[in-house]
Structure formats: structure tokens, C-alpha cells
């Protein structure tokens, strides 16, 4: 054996599991790309430039229900529709589609002629995108690995939502102090339309498409999801986090400028603190072990996460900008431990055949975050915003405890299991 192929082979062994096939190595390069411009641009430049417009948390309410609403509305829809046809073409159109209204909202921008109204059009038009677009993405990624490696796959692509959540802020709020709101909403339409390119081009594992009647489909997901307690309950935690746990997101603007008396740069810099914990969380999940205590992990990071919400607030309330960064790293590690954990076990056991619908369903769930930043935004604008993140984070807190006391099952959880080994018939 050659050097060369010992120190390949010892070097290979760093590398997880699901980066070892092309295709998803391509897919990973690719959502890197696209979800960088995507958290520019929805977590932070729309809400600045609506802040910026108004002056009003109310209004950052109304931008959170403008890309909410449809892809609640159609998430379903999309999930039929990435399991009956080519989810790659799904979204490289939904991708092109954002971008292209990214790019006149960007010119409405640089005319000076951009308005409230433009802006809720604009997120409303990527809300529709997205019902089309997350479902698909969800049913992708397994196609390109074996489900051995999905749990691997699964928190490599989680790796790029939190691991971007360093990088996009702060480099949205460094784009805008130096540059221009536009010029922060071009980069994100240009990452939009290599994304769309990249997914045109993949090479997929075959599977059979769904087929019969859109509605028969979605009432089957339905069914499906009610018969697995794993998954109703992992499903009923991303619906109470979106709806009550990211909400201080979006709130930011008003966070930044009232509570801790920051600019845009600095406000990233605290919101990239929550992603750095995020990868800390996303590799802990990567590298469980089978036999994993997984549902004890989802559980006790939904806590964890909810309780280091009410210490921001409280480092809100305070004025307290290092304080406030610190707890958002811890928050991060544990925001990945419950989020990244269910949706590994939904990914690692749903059936190829129905994976779209159920990952569509998923997706509706987590589409309430814009609802939930919406509620936020509207509590904010009469008692504050770090009482609306306070809020939100008992809401996390509350549930999370009670499905620990009272579902035993989940608790018990620890994920697929391999199958048992054939024992040989005696002769």
C-alpha cells in the first residue's frame, strides 16, 4: 500500500460520512451559496429597510405575515407536488423566481421610490416561493446519500442554516454600513440564482413518484404523521418554536436601536453568536452514536433553549450587549440539540415514497416563524420587544417540559436502529 493511499485513507476518516458522495458535495456547496443570501436577506436586510421606512415593530409584524401566510397556505401543496414530480426543477424555479423579485425590489430601492407596501409584495411573492421550494429541498438530500448517512447529511445541511447565521447578519449589516441596502439585496438574489443552476444540474437516486388525488395525498401525510407519536411531537416543538422561539429575530432592529444601542454591524455580530453555538449543537448531533438518548437531547435543548431566551431578555431589559451575545452562543449550541435532533429522526425514518408530504407538513410548521415574528412584532410595538422574546421563551420552556413528564416515549427515543443480523438456518 503507498503512502499515498494510507494517508488518504487515515484523511477520510475526518470527513463525515455524507460529504464522500459528489453529488451531495455539490448540494452542499450550492445551499451554502443560496441559504447565505436567503439569511441576508430575510434575517436581517428586509426588516432593516422596513425599520428603516417606519420606524414601527408593528410594521416588522406585518413583513413577518407577508411570508408567512403563503407558504403555510401552500406548503402542503408543494410537499404533493415534490413527491409526484422532479423536486430539482421545483426548486431551481422557486430560487430563480425570488430572485428575479429580490432584483426590482433592489431597483425600487436605488430610485428611491420604495415603499412599505413594495416590501410586503416582495416577501409575499418569496413566501410563495418557498412552500415550493423547502419540501423539495427536504426530499433532495436523502436521494444523494444512503440512509445510513442521513442523520450525517441532515446535520451537514444544518451546518449551512446555522453555520450561515454567523456569516449572513454580520455580513448584511457590514454590506449595508459600507455599501448599501441594495447592494445587500443583490448579493442575495445573485446566491438565489446559483442555487437555481446548481439544483438544475444534480443527478438524483431514482425513486417512484406519488400518485392519485392531491387531496387523498395530503389527508394520507395526515394520517401518517398521526400514527407516529415520534413525529407529532417532534412536529408540535418546531410549530411552538417558530411561532414563539425565533421571534427575536426579526425584533432585532427594534432590539438593537432601543435596548442595546447598537447599529446594524454590531447587531449581526450578536445574531452571528447564536449561529457559532448553532454548529457546536449541529456536530453534536452529527456525531451521536446509534443508541443515542436522542429524545432526551431534543428535550433538554428545547429547555435549555427556552431558558437562555428569558436570560436575553433580561440582558434586553438591561441594555446588556456582551451579556446578550454570550447567551445567544449558549442558546445556539441548544437550539441545534432540539431542532437539528427531530428533524434528523423525521429524515432518518420517513419512507422515501411519502418523504415530500411529511417533510411538507415539517415545513408548514416551521413556516410559522414569520407568523410567530408577526405576534412578536405586534406585542412588541405596545409592551416592548424584550417582553415579547420573554413571552416566547416560556411558551418554548412550558412545552418542552410537559412532553418530557408526560411522553414517555419520546423520552425514550434513540433513533433508527440497525437491523439485526440474519442468523444463519442450521442445516
Given at each position: 500500500?503507498?503512502?499515498?493511499?494510507?494517508?488518504?485513507?487515515?484523511?477520510?476518516?475526518?470527513?463525515?460520512?455524507?460529504?464522500?458522495?459528489?453529488?451531495?458535495?455539490?448540494?452542499?456547496?450550492?445551499?451554502?451559496?443560496?441559504?447565505?443570501?436567503?439569511?441576508?436577506?430575510?434575517?436581517?436586510?428586509?426588516?432593516?429597510?422596513?425599520?428603516?421606512?417606519?420606524?414601527?415593530?408593528?410594521?416588522?409584524?406585518?413583513?413577518?405575515?407577508?411570508?408567512?401566510?403563503?407558504?403555510?397556505?401552500?406548503?402542503?401543496?408543494?410537499?404533493?407536488?415534490?413527491?409526484?414530480?422532479?423536486?430539482?426543477?421545483?426548486?431551481?424555479?422557486?430560487?430563480?423566481?425570488?430572485?428575479?423579485?429580490?432584483?426590482?425590489?433592489?431597483?425600487?430601492v436605488m430610485m428611491d421610490r420604495v415603499e412599505p407596501w413594495h416590501i410586503?409584495?416582495?416577501?409575499?411573492?418569496?413566501?410563495?416561493?418557498?412552500?415550493?421550494?423547502?419540501?423539495?429541498?427536504?426530499?433532495?438530500?436523502?436521494?444523494?446519500?444512503?440512509?445510513?448517512?442521513?442523520?450525517?447529511?441532515?446535520?451537514?445541511?444544518?451546518?449551512?442554516?446555522?453555520?450561515?447565521?454567523?456569516?449572513?447578519?454580520?455580513?448584511?449589516?457590514?454590506?449595508?454600513?459600507?455599501?448599501?441596502?441594495?447592494?445587500?439585496?443583490?448579493?442575495?438574489?445573485?446566491?438565489?440564482?446559483?442555487?437555481?443552476?446548481?439544483?438544475?444540474?444534480?443527478?438524483?437516486?431514482?425513486?417512484?413518484?406519488?400518485?392519485?388525488?392531491?387531496?387523498?395525498?395530503?389527508?394520507?401525510?395526515?394520517?401518517?404523521?398521526?400514527?407516529?407519536?415520534?413525529?407529532?411531537?417532534?412536529?408540535?416543538?418546531?410549530?411552538?418554536?417558530?411561532?414563539?422561539?425565533?421571534?427575536?429575530?426579526?425584533?432585532?432592529?427594534?432590539?438593537?436601536?432601543?435596548?442595546?444601542?447598537?447599529?446594524?454591524?454590531?447587531?449581526?455580530?450578536?445574531?452571528?453568536?447564536?449561529?457559532?453555538?448553532?454548529?457546536?449543537?449541529?456536530?453534536?448531533?452529527?456525531?451521536?452514536?446509534?443508541?443515542?438518548?436522542?429524545?432526551?437531547?431534543?428535550?433538554?435543548?428545547?429547555?435549555?433553549?427556552?431558558?437562555?431566551?428569558?436570560?436575553?431578555?433580561?440582558?434586553?431589559?438591561?441594555?446588556?450587549?456582551?451579556?446578550?451575545?454570550?447567551?445567544?452562543?449558549?442558546?445556539?449550541?441548544?437550539?441545534?440539540?432540539?431542532?437539528?435532533?427531530?428533524?434528523?429522526?423525521?429524515?432518518?425514518?420517513?419512507?422515501?415514497?411519502?418523504?415530500?408530504?411529511?417533510?411538507?407538513?415539517?415545513?408548514?410548521?416551521?413556516?410559522?416563524?414569520?407568523?410567530?415574528?408577526?405576534?412578536?412584532?405586534?406585542?412588541?410595538?405596545?409592551?416592548?420587544?424584550?417582553?415579547?422574546?420573554?413571552?416566547?421563551?416560556?411558551?418554548?420552556?412550558?412545552?418542552?417540559?410537559?412532553?418530557?413528564?408526560?411522553?414517555?416515549?419520546?423520552?425514550?427515543?434513540?433513533?433508527?436502529?440497525?437491523?439485526?443480523?440474519?442468523?444463519?438456518?442450521?442445516?
Amino acid at each position: 500500500m503507498s503512502v499515498q493511499t494510507t494517508l488518504a485513507g487515515g484523511f477520510s476518516r475526518f470527513v463525515p460520512s455524507s460529504m464522500r458522495y459528489g453529488q451531495f458535495r455539490y448540494y452542499w456547496l450550492a445551499l451554502l451559496t443560496g441559504v447565505t443570501g436567503h439569511q441576508m436577506l430575510f434575517q436581517f436586510t428586509l426588516g432593516w429597510l422596513m425599520f428603516q421606512l417606519t420606524g414601527d415593530e408593528g410594521y416588522l409584524g406585518w413583513l413577518g405575515l407577508a411570508v408567512a401566510l403563503p407558504a403555510l397556505a401552500l406548503n402542503l401543496v408543494g410537499g404533493v407536488l415534490a413527491d409526484r414530480l422532479e423536486p430539482k426543477v421545483l426548486v431551481a424555479s422557486a430560487q430563480s423566481l425570488s430572485a428575479t423579485v429580490v432584483v426590482g425590489l433592489a431597483i425600487l430601492v436605488m430610485m428611491d421610490r420604495v415603499e412599505p407596501w413594495h416590501i410586503l409584495v416582495a416577501a409575499f411573492i418569496a413566501g410563495v416561493g418557498q412552500a415550493f421550494d423547502q419540501p423539495s429541498r427536504a426530499s433532495i438530500f436523502p436521494r444523494l446519500v444512503e440512509r445510513e448517512h442521513i442523520v450525517n447529511a441532515v446535520a451537514m445541511e444544518s451546518v449551512v442554516w446555522n453555520g450561515v447565521r454567523i456569516l449572513a447578519p454580520a455580513l448584511a449589516g457590514m454590506v449595508i454600513a459600507r455599501l448599501s441596502i441594495e447592494a445587500s439585496m443583490l448579493i442575495s438574489a445573485a446566491s438565489f440564482y446559483v442555487l437555481a443552476a446548481v439544483m438544475s444540474l444534480l443527478r438524483l437516486r431514482d425513486r417512484a413518484p406519488a400518485t392519485g388525488r392531491v387531496m387523498q395525498q395530503i389527508g394520507e401525510s395526515f394520517r401518517y404523521v398521526g400514527s407516529h407519536p415520534i413525529f407529532l411531537f417532534v412536529m408540535l416543538m418546531t410549530f411552538c418554536n417558530s411561532l414563539f422561539g425565533i421571534s427575536y429575530i426579526l425584533l432585532m432592529p427594534s432590539l438593537a436601536e432601543k435596548s442595546f444601542m447598537v447599529g446594524a454591524e454590531r447587531v449581526g455580530w450578536m445574531l452571528g453568536a447564536a449561529g457559532a453555538g448553532a454548529i457546536i449543537g449541529n456536530w453534536v448531533i452529527g456525531s451521536l452514536r446509534l443508541n443515542s438518548p436522542r429524545g432526551l437531547i431534543i428535550l433538554f435543548g428545547a429547555m435549555l433553549y427556552g431558558i437562555c431566551l428569558m436570560l436575553f431578555a433580561v440582558a434586553a431589559w438591561q441594555g446588556l450587549y456582551w451579556v446578550g451575545m454570550g447567551i445567544l452562543f449558549v442558546g445556539g449550541i441548544n437550539f441545534s440539540l432540539y431542532l437539528v435532533g427531530g428533524l434528523s429522526a423525521l429524515q432518518e425514518l420517513v419512507p422515501d415514497n411519502i418523504r415530500g408530504r411529511v417533510m411538507g407538513l415539517y415545513g408548514a410548521t416551521w413556516s410559522l416563524g414569520p407568523l410567530g415574528m408577526a405576534q412578536a412584532g405586534f406585542v412588541a410595538r405596545y409592551l416592548g420587544a424584550p417582553f415579547a422574546v420573554a413571552v416566547g421563551a416560556v411558551v418554548v420552556f412550558l412545552v418542552a417540559f410537559l412532553i418530557f413528564v408526560f411522553r414517555s416515549d419520546l423520552r425514550r427515543f434513540r433513533g433508527r436502529q440497525p437491523e439485526p443480523a440474519a442468523v444463519p438456518a442450521k442445516a
